[in-house]
């Protein structure tokens, strides 16, 4: 059992292949957390020491006992109220206004399987593969119940969370504040490693000394966001790839979250993650509950290498679906970049007919197809074909896509309007507008409230009707803006719901998708990467990583995206050359084995572009599909730190039983008369002897690995190496 309740000590461990997370129901019922790390099997609950803190205070029921204060002591679920001053995961009122409630031990059970949050993605797992316990705090004063609940994934090293909060009384309580994860540590001097950034440079991650000054990361924008990821690193001071006890802690959240890390007075450090509070406030009446979001967690004991495959695994078995989508993902051309709004069907067809001679297996017609949008300015939330604009019905020119022997998909941004459109002529309340305030557009569009459930209806019906009369194979579900003038015109008075149930609604609208249409493969996407996020991988298997395409910064983005999250769920594409974004010049076989470290596809005219390139178009393909399993099963690698090394980046991705490996090497700069520069590769079998199948050379796995490969110097910026590993 990888859960154990030990009824003497009222010790709860939670046991993993490799960690233990340990905690303690103790004095007068408050649930006290003990440790957390490396597999063992002990009674941690020596390391809790209490003395008299003076100006922490002691519970009444503790007589005169100074010693025992929730201000000094580490807690499960530390809720304000009870004495502890710090930051804490809950906040609650009650119906006169009053603050606070002292959460005590109810009970607690254990069950086979994963537990599952209605309206909210989560983590899934058969019964053999994961335990789940539930434990209850309650305060019958207060009129609140509290469920923690613990999901333990033995094989994966991953523990998830969640909390229910019910009103049991009798008068309405409000949830101002509610952490999915928190958790005090005891003795340890960290770092917190984000992923921070923005539009086009997402994820660059961000290493800070946790102190007494709290560090903190979150989004208000309505999405998880470009500028903050859910997802962090606490780690020793001095631990890197291979070394070090490292922590990871994730959001299954695409909506307004917040994180923070501190030291308080006495030197322990408190971890919680959650949903943003600001602009929260949740009512219950007397029976309600509240779910929080899930937070997942994992520890290494060696370092960020054996977070990220621990995270990775866990990503692609518990929480990505539609495992007949994580085999050989079509290699896609998307119009944007080659047409944006400009064209016709003749056009699409000769992309097409361009796509289809150099291998490419699907044309994705992205923005432009519906109502009378021929810019950025009209017709979202019109969700009719313009056969006008198209020459024929969407569901013809999909049979001549398919006819030509590609798939077809489609773009879509079914959260936003425009003012210029018909349905925000017939219902312009429909939007997030405040009435009688001054408004913000932003991309010259607004938001539609997806906190109503008629809305969220109207819209897929809407696109309903357009694919059912189309053969669709694909979806690109855009989003790109971030939400403001939170107001909703339903009646509704407590306005600190509506943002987490836009992200319901939103999650709503996107499973129905998946239900009707259970054969479309659904990529996610936020003005590229603003809302990459575990919570999306639940309903879109991938997501496009960023709006940014050049390769040489697409180098970094997928750096720090890779920490969390796997390959196989990164869109990434060539473009055009120069850059569209950055005006970058950067060779083709370079773009092309950046964008073979995710899902593949182009971003370009195939018909604009040279007999050369055409020639490296074709090797690209196949190159994607010989690498695939890999890129799809295998262990992500970084084999270099390129926010450091300007010099340049390269990372692996190997089989799991050592028996192959792609290693790509991109050079960032170049130098007169340069010296030569090693990289050390991973994850091979020492004792073996391996063939490049590129270049045809034969390595000693233990050479690589102790020496490494000596990168080649050659003439030209931005060049990329490419090896790939066969055990000979």
């Known amino acids: 059992m990888s859960i154990i309740f030990e009824k003497e000590s009222n010790i709860i461990s939670l046991n993993t292949a490799n960690t233990t997370y340990q905690m303690q129901i103790g004095k007068y019922g408050y649930l006290l957390h003990l440790y957390y790390g490396r597999k063992l099997n002990a009674d941690m609950s020596y390391l809790i020491q209490s003395y008299d803190r003076g100006f922490s205070g002691n519970p009444s029921d503790t007589g005169e006992d100074r010693t025992f204060s929730l201000d000094a002591l580490p807690q499960e679920f530390p809720a304000y109220g009870n004495g502890d001053y710090r930051d804490n995961a809950f906040l609650m009122k009650d119906a006169d206004g009053t603050f606070g409630c002292d959460l005590r031990y109810e009970g607690h059970r254990i069950e086979k399987g994963k537990y599952s949050i209605p309206s909210l993605p989560a983590a899934f797992a058969n019964d053999d593969e994961a335990e789940t316990i539930v434990i209850t705090l309650s305060d019958k004063n207060a009129g609140v119940e509290v469920e923690l609940k613990y999901g333990v994934f033995e094989r994966s090293d991953v523990i998830t969370r969640a909390v229910k909060v019910k009103n049991t009384g009798k008068r309405k309580i409000f949830v101002n504040r509610i952490m999915s994860s928190s958790m005090d540590m005891l003795g340890m001097d960290a770092d917190m490693i984000t992923f921070n950034g923005r539009h086009g440079n ?43 006890d490292a922590y990871g802690f994730m959001l299954l959240y695409s909506g307004n979250f917040f994180a923070e890390t501190f030291r308080e007075q006495y030197g322990s450090m408190r971890i919680m993650l959650g949903i943003q509070p600001d602009m929260f406030e949740y009512p219950l009446d007397e029976g309600e509950s509240f779910d929080s979001p899930e937070a997942a967690m994992t520890y290494s004991e060696t370092g960020f290498t054996k977070l990220s495959h621990s995270l990775h695994s866990f990503i692609k078995n518990n929480i990505i679906r539609k495992p007949e989508n994580d085999g050989i993902r079509p290699v896609l051309v998307n119009s944007w970049e080659a047409a944006f709004f400009d064209f016709n069907a003749e056009k699409i067809l000769k992309l097409a007919d361009d796509a289809k001679e150099l291998g490419v297996g699907m044309l994705v017609l992205d923005d432009g197809w519906f109502g009378h949008r021929n810019d950025d300015f009209t017709s979202l939330g019109d969700w009719y074909v313009n056969e006008g604009k198209l020459g ?56 539609l409230d997806f906190s109503r459930k008629e809305i969220v209806d109207h819209i897929f019906n809407a696109l309903a009707e357009v694919i059912d009369n189309a053969d669709i194979d694909y979806i690109k ?118 964008a073979l470290a995710g899902t593949f596809g182009y971003e370009l005219d195939l018909g604009l572009i040279s007999d050369e390139e055409k020639e490296e178009v074709r090797q690209g ?84 690995m102790s020496a490494g490969y000596p990168i080649p110097v050659i003439p030209g910026e931005y060049n990329a190496f490419v090896l790939h590993l066969i055990l000979m």
Not at 630 to 655: C, H, Q, S
């Open 477 to 594: 579900m855009d989003m790109n803006r971030s939400i403001t003038d939170v107001y909703t015109g339903d009646g509704v008075q407590n306005y600190g719901t509506i943002m987490h149930k836009y992200c319901i609604g939103m999650y709503d609208f996107i499973e129905r998708l998946r239900e009707r249409y259970p054969e479309i493969l659904i990529e996610g996407c936020s003005g590229g990467g603003g809302r990459f996020d575990a919570g999306m991988l639940h309903y879109t298997p991938q997501i496009w990583t960023s709006d940014n395409t050049d390769a040489i910064e697409r180098v970094k983005i997928q750096y720090g995206t890779s920490f969390a999250y796997p390959p196989v769920t990164m869109g990434a594409h060539v473009s055009v050359v120069p850059n569209q974004q950055t005006g970058r010049s950067v060779p083709m076989k370079t773009r092309t084995a950046v």
């Open 392 to 447: 024929c019905s969407m569901g013809e020119l999909a049979a001549k896509i398919h006819e030509k022997g590609l798939k077809f998909g489609l773009w879509i941004e079914p959260e936003m309007i425009s003012e210029d459109s018909d349905l925000y002529k017939e219902h312009p309340d429909w939007a997030y507008r405040i009435p009688g305030r001054n408004f913000i557009r932003s991309r010259s569009q607004l938001v």
């Open 621 to 704: 393909i196949a190159d994607y599909y010989k690498y695939n399993a890999l890129v799809r099963d295998g262990l992500y690698y970084r084999l270099t730190d390129p926010m450091k090394n300007r010099e340049f980046a390269a990372w692996e991705i190997a089989a799991e039983d050592g028996t192959e490996a792609v290693v790509t090497i991109v050079t960032l700069d170049t130098h007169c008369n340069s010296p030569v520069n090693y990289v050390r590769f991973k994850g091979l079998k020492a004792d073996a002897v391996y063939r490049d199948e590129n270049s045809g050379k034969s390595y000693s796995g233990a050479a690589l």
């Open 202 to 244: 997402e994820r660059m991650p961000e290493r800070s000394h946790i102190g007494d000054t709290a560090l903190s990361i979150g989004s208000r924008r309505g999405t998880s966001s470009h500028q903050h990821n859910p997802f962090f690193i606490v780690c020793d001071r001095e631990a890197n790839e291979d070394y070090g």
